[in-house]
């Protein structure tokens, strides 16, 4: 199994930037499509963002899209999330989500492995 931990979230106002890590330890991370997910306050859980074992394919959700962008580093055991333009509507607790897959294409990722979430806030 993959142990995943988030780092990065934070206080920001709108219009800011926040860069989201998630560090795996365990099995062998390039065996793992990874994605991040959100949730906000009362709301279910929603899907961010999704990349293949390799880093080949990507795939955001569209209340996302063009702001957001997910990235990996198979040498760093890291999977990061890079948000800008930043609006309150992003306010949440963002979870990394591993799934055993070497599939070359993701659209989004069912969650084998979670970490404990990581709060963002952005400010008005």
């Known amino acids: 199994q993959v142990q995943l931990v988030e780092s990065g979230g934070g206080l920001v106002q709108a219009g800011g930037s926040l860069r989201l890590s998630c560090a795996a330890s365990?099995?062998?991370?390039?065996?793992?499509?990874m994605g991040w997910f959100r949730q906000a306050p009362g709301q279910e859980r929603e899907f961010v963002a999704a990349t293949s074992w390799s880093g080949g394919s990507t795939n955001h959700a569209d209340s996302v899209k063009g702001r957001f962008t997910i990235s990996r580093d198979n040498a760093r055991n890291t999977v990061y999330l890079q948000m800008n333009s930043l609006n309150p509507e992003d306010t949440a607790v963002y979870y990394c989500?591993?799934?055993?897959?070497?599939?070359?294409?993701?659209?989004?990722?069912?969650?084998?492995?979670w970490g404990q979430g990581t709060q963002v806030t952005v400010s008005s």
């Open positions: 365990g099995r062998t991370f390039s065996l793992y499509a």
């Open positions: 989500a591993a799934e055993l897959s070497r599939r070359a294409v993701v659209t989004s990722i069912k969650g084998d492995y």
